[in-house]
């Protein structure tokens, strides 16, 4: 379990994490979205032990990570521009992963290698960038890591293979001790893959919640009341996120259960009422309105 409390970093004159705290479980794929310069990399490497906090306590199985090697033998930290030894190669780089991490497995490498059409002698660094995040993600995977801390892993990779990666994730979770961390500025990527997420904001974790919680208690409902009175009624009676009319036509974000806000809404005797599908982004966005921040125009 990583467990961070009170956690801040500043470099000169930018604050790049605003005294977060937060508990990531095991066993469990925590996205962490957030704008391009919110401190996503900045967290991720504080959490590798790369970087020192400034201040705060951020322990890994109870431990403190920085400087301490039995705990970074547990992490593997692929970072949004992946490193490669010079004129080195996949089975290079394969071997290097084996001597640094004891549990690597090289037949699962080798055999996900084959499978994604990975040249094993070709030099990486003439591979695309789409290739060279494929070779990264496969060691990392198979280093045998408990944590997998992952940095705009999926970013330069093609749909087909992107799908692939996560299922490889998905299956690697039923097969041993492994919690994966992939920070994205694009929600839309985490939404089908993470059980729990954070959203960080200008160094600031503005929340972190369960996926399947937050998307029970959070819907969007469209209606058409009789009148202008009974509207307001509604209005009061509901915990609003987002309100917007057209004409008749109410659009409601609130927070609620579907049964507790279409019971709410059919005692108000409407001419039409349903609930609408809600996607993650509509949720964070309608969540950091309410807490005061405006990121419609952040998350892609």
């Known amino acids: 379990m990583i467990e961070l ?23 469990l794929i925590f996205g962490l979205v957030g704008s391009n310069g919110a401190g996503k990399s900045t967290l991720m490497r504080l959490i590798a032990g790369i970087l020192k906090p400034d201040g705060g ?25 992946p490193y ?7 089975a ?36 695309s960038k789409g290739m060279k995040k494929q070779v990264s993600i496969l060691l990392g995977l198979c280093s045998g890591a408990r944590y997998l801390l992952c940095d705009e892993t999926f970013d330069g990779l093609d749909p087909v293979v992107r799908q692939a990666v996560k299922g490889l994730f998905a299956a690697e979770l039923t097969q041993r001790d492994f919690t994966p961390i992939i920070a994205s500025h694009n929600l839309r990527e985490l939404e089908d893959i ?23 208690q959070v819907h969007k409902i469209q209606c058409v009341l009789p009148d202008e009175a009974l509207e307001q009624q509604l209005l009061q009676e509901l915990e609003i996120l987002h309100y917007e009319k057209t004409g008749s036509l109410l659009l409601l974000t609130a927070r609620g259960t579907k049964e507790v806000l279409l019971q ?23 969540e950091t309105e309410v807490a005061g921040y405006d990121i419609k125009n952040l998350l892609l």
């Open 5 to 27: 409390t009170n956690i801040d970093k500043t470099f000169q004159d930018v604050h790049a994490i605003d005294h977060i705290s937060a508990v990531i479980q095991d066993n």
């Open 57 to 81: 306590s951020l322990l890994i199985d109870g431990q403190p990570v920085f400087e301490n090697p039995a705990i970074k033998g547990d992490l593997c930290f692929l970072s949004d521009s």
């Open 84 to 90: 490669f030894f010079p004129n080195s190669t996949a």
């Open 92 to 127: 290079s780089m394969r071997d290097y992963y084996a001597m640094v991490y004891p549990n690597f497995d090289q037949k699962q490498f080798d055999s996900l290698a084959e499978k994604l059409g990975l040249s094993f002698s070709r030099k990486l660094n003439s591979f």
């Open 194 to 216: 993470c059980d729990s997420i954070g959203l960080l904001h200008k160094g600031k974790l503005l929340l972190t919640q369960d996926l399947d919680q937050l998307k029970y």
């Open 264 to 286: 709410c809404v059919n005692q108000k005797h409407p001419v039409f009422a349903e609930v609408l599908p809600l996607t993650l982004e509509e949720i964070f966005i309608s």
